[in-house]
């Protein structure tokens, strides 16, 4: 039997307290893992205290989500589930469904998990899906949907009930298991004062150059409530055929962010696995705004982001689905997969896996919401998180400009909130009896 070595973090009250880097490994046996008192199946660390909600065949019996909330559901091979949502009418919402199939099953490129919402009269408001793709490889899929507020819309405008709708995309094609499910829901205020209703014109398109320097060890997260935070830097880990791993980068307005994830050669440099290597990109609310793959011959691999704008509150003008995931600042997760079906031809490692990040341009500031977001504060960063994050931009060599790294450090470091006032405390006096 395989140990698999599974990066978390516990849970830490408010966003000050940065989840902890490599401070909390926890074992599970063989590449799925199994269910237990950290909440984890199938490798997925589900969030802390969650509760249960089942979903219902029709939308009569569908029970509710509270916005700013998150659940553990589960779906079925067959059917479609329903979930209500009671919304007003000055809020957009959104809602990301995270389905983790068991390792056992096979599953094709494009099965995976599809989500709709609708208004009461069963009219679409939005619709997305995450498919598996071409590794063939059981992973944690998340698609999401939103209600949005748009004056110049006819339907999904009103106050009221909405439906959450959720299927699998490929039921005669799909592992009979039901699969776990993780759902999050998320509100957002309109700003105080209008702005522009047109995406931002140009931007700075050139795809940067992956950062260089030394990597700092920084395990990954086995989960999006359990992901590592992590600044600009390098970023180095452990990860197997199987395992997907969730790091979070505060990203403010105005920055632009960029990785690229490298994995270290085999031994054995004889074989191909498709699609080996998977890199995504997901906004606060766990949309998707980008992901790209690389096959995996033993020889090291590298797969980077495609070239994004800055974080504004107008990307949402946008018609591409990249440029109108980037619509608000926050924590944004980098998720990291490596096929199962590398073990094939290559072993169960571990495999080295190097993290590239980078965050450009300057901070702006946000839209000025007319109310509270549910949950609060998640579209705006904490200081903690600007002091993994420095609100300036990069040097010529990639350093982050302005930022005090001994407070970085500390962040970074993954450390509780009253160590982290202790130490914030420690550098206050050293940098005192300096001046005297």
Request: charged share 20%; proline share 7%.
């Amino acid at each position: 039997m395989v140990t698999v070595l599974l990066a978390t973090t516990a849970a830490l009250p408010g966003k000050a307290a940065l989840a902890a880097g490599e401070a909390g490994e926890v074992r599970a046996a063989g590449v799925a893992g199994v269910a237990g008192a950290g909440g984890m199946s199938a490798g997925y660390a589900f969030a802390d205290g969650a509760p249960r909600v089942e979903g219902a065949d029709d939308t009569s019996a569908a029970a509710p989500l509270e916005p700013g909330s998150t659940y553990r559901s589960s779906l079925p091979a067959e059917g479609t589930l329903y979930y209500r949502l009671d919304l007003d009418a000055a809020s957009d919402a959104y809602v990301s469904v995270t389905a983790v199939p068991g390792s056992g099953g096979e599953v094709t490129a494009v099965d995976g998990v599809r989500v709709s919402v609708r208004d009461a009269d069963g009219a679409s408001c939005s619709l997305g899906s995450a498919t598996f793709g071409a590794a063939h490889s059981p992973r944690p899929v998340t698609a999401w949907g939103m209600r949005e507020i748009d004056p110049g819309a006819s339907r999904c405008q009103d106050s009221g009930t909405y439906y959450v709708a959720v299927e699998r995309i490929r039921p005669e094609d799909s592992p009979p298991d039901a699969w776990d499910l993780e759902l999050t829901t998320a509100t957002e205020p309109r700003p105080r004062r209008a702005g522009p209703t047109e995406a931002p014109g140009a931007w700075d398109s050139a795809s940067p150059e992956p950062l260089a320097g030394a990597p700092e060890r920084r395990a990954g997260g086995s989960g999006f409530a359990r992901a590592t935070a992590v600044g600009q830097g390098v970023w180095q880990s452990d990860i197997r055929p199987g395992q997907t791993l969730y790091y979070k980068v505060p990203v403010d307005w105005g920055r632009q962010v960029s990785a690229t994830a490298e994995l270290g050669g085999s031994d054995d440099a004889s074989g191909y696995a498709t699609a080996a290597l998977r890199l995504g990109l997901h906004n606060p609310v766990r949309g998707e705004v980008d992901d790209a793959a690389k096959g995996y011959t033993g020889r090291p691999a590298a797969v980077g982001l495609a070239a994004l704008p800055p974080v504004a509150y107008a990307n949402r003008y946008a018609a591409g689905r990249q440029v109108g995931a980037l619509r608000f600042a926050g924590d944004y997760y980098l998720v990291v997969h490596l096929s199962a079906q590398v073990a094939d031809d290559f072993g169960d490692g571990p495999f080295r896996l190097t993290l590239r990040v980078r965050l450009r341009g300057a901070a702006k500031t946000g839209p000025g919401y007319a109310g509270e977001p549910r949950p609060r504060g998640v579209f705006e960063l904490s200081a903690a998180d600007r002091a993994v994050a420095p609100p300036g931009g990069t040097t010529r060599d990639g350093a982050a400009e302005g930022g005090d790294p001994a407070m970085r450090a500390v962040a970074v470091g993954g450390i509780g909130t009253g160590s982290l006032l202790l130490a914030g405390l420690a550098v206050w006096t050293v940098t005192a009896r300096r001046r005297a």
